[in-house]
């Protein structure tokens, strides 16, 4: 099968993470500086706008999904054969109750490591520790937005919040994809072969 050129792939990935971590920024944006038009145009269509979203949001999961699963195979293809991670098991790590906290974290770390050409795999990053962190943030904070929406008092302050943590990671999740699959093109072109020499 050979090495597959991420970059493309990537590309898709970044642009759907930013619309994503946008998207409720937007709309909140667009409510407080056009609340008459917003109030006309938006508020009746409101919960097709919000099952948009969420679809869009796992739709971006699906991609961001695929983009772990080719770049964890491009390492099998470079001949790495002693991964603790499969490329699925970067992916279904991630729906494990008490286990999504650490082990998708260390599954990135490995794909991270093993793209930078440093044997070590469990040595720390500091691009995906900040990128994992930032998930579990987020996470959180949706849990916190999603309790806080359902107080008749919180108006659109849990939405707010949930923005404040999605930009961020999104920012950091492309860097790193971006840093991997630059690292990844290096894969066969026989400059990790100097590397290990």
Known sequence: MGIRDLRGLTLVVAIMVVIDALTT????????????????????????????????????????????????????????????FTPAARIWWFAVPVACLFKPFQGMRELWNASHGNGDYSE?????????????????????????????DSGV??????AVFDIPLAAVAILMIRRIAEAQARLGTGELAEVFA
């Open 25 to 84: 920024p937007v709309i909140l944006l667009a409510a407080l500086l056009f609340p008459e038009g917003y109030t006309e145009n938006v508020m009746p269509i409101a919960s097709q706008v919000d099952l948009a979203t969420v679809l869009f949001k796992l739709l971006t999961f699906v991609v961001f999904g695929r983009w772990i699963y080719v770049a964890g195979r491009n390492l099998i293809e470079a001949g790495y054969h002693d991964l603790e």
């Open 124 to 152: 720390g990053s500091a691009l995906v520790a900040t990128w994992w962190a930032l998930w579990l943030l987020t996470t959180f904070a949706g849990y916190l937005s999603g309790y806080m929406a359902k107080s008749p």
């Open 157 to 162: 302050t849990p939405f707010w919040i949930q």
